[in-house]
């Protein structure tokens, strides 16, 4: 199957301090990806629709300008969680579904932060 | 809106038993339904899927059957081994509206022991 390749897969960081998480389609053109959060114990809870060459849309209560997101081109989708604070730790995945074909999403490895 | 409902875990079965997961779901349009399997640690994992009402998916042993007129999509297995355990993912497609959204259920934590 289509691979989705999620980097890095863990990463500590500072508050204060900007962090940035890429998500990459390795074998097929993605014109649309997704990035989920995942709390401890719960449910993905999807934060934003990634598309390629225009803006992401954000679902309700997630903060635009503290989870960046960019889609700059088909294989392609970044995650910046800016000013972090320890409350964005959290497990964060991102998936993408393969243009114009109408198949199931594939996810990345997902990417654990640690704010400390 | 569209929604999926899952069986509340952690279920812990002994070896060799049987599994079933229960999951109903809600959606406007036609959707299409998954499973996915997480292990600790890692992302998810499709498990196996169904596109279409009566259409059964099934893969390492697990299946589940997209029943229309109970909107239901249980997962099951007839003999678990150690490794199955993980936590599972019911989860729906509905692209009526041609928005690619993927609804997850809670997810049910499957624990198996020897």
């Known amino acids: 199957g289509a691979v989705v390749s999620q980097h890095p897969s863990w990463v500590i960081c500072k508050s204060g301090t900007s962090v940035k998480i890429e998500c990459r389609s390795l074998?097929?053109?993605?014109?649309?990806m997704f990035w989920y959060r995942q709390f401890p114990k719960q449910s993905l809870m999807l934060m934003a629709t990634?598309?390629?060459?225009?803006?992401?849309?954000?679902e309700q209560g997630v903060e635009k300008d503290k989870f960046l997101i960019n889609h700059a081109s088909l294989t392609l989708s970044t995650l910046t969680v800016t000013s972090a604070h320890p409350e964005d730790s959290s497990f964060y995945i991102c998936s993408a579904r393969e243009w114009g074909k109408n198949t199931e999403a594939f996810f990345g490895q997902g990417t654990r932060l640690t704010v400390v | 809106g569209d929604s999926v409902t899952q069986m509340e875990g952690p279920v812990t079965l002994s070896e060799e038993a049987f599994l079933t997961i229960n999951c109903t779901y809600t959606?406007?349009?036609?959707?299409?339904l998954f499973w996915y399997v997480q292990y600790p640690g890692e992302g998810l994992q499709l498990l196996l899927k169904?596109?279409?009402?009566?259409d059964k998916g099934s893969n390492k042993g697990f299946e589940a059957t997209y029943r229309k007129e109970t909107t239901s999509f249980h997962l099951e297995k007839g003999s678990v081994q150690v490794s199955d355990s993980a936590v599972y993912f019911c989860?729906?497609?509905?692209?009526?509206?041609?928005?690619?959204?993927?609804?997850f259920g809670t997810g049910t934590k499957l624990q198996v022991i020897p």
């Open positions: 989860a729906l497609s509905d692209e009526s509206g041609g928005y690619q959204k993927v609804t």
């Open positions: 959606a406007t349009g036609y959707p299409s």
């Open positions: 169904a596109t279409k009402a009566d």
């Open positions: 074998d097929f053109q993605a014109t649309t």
């Open positions: 990634s598309n390629e060459g225009s803006k992401a849309t954000y």
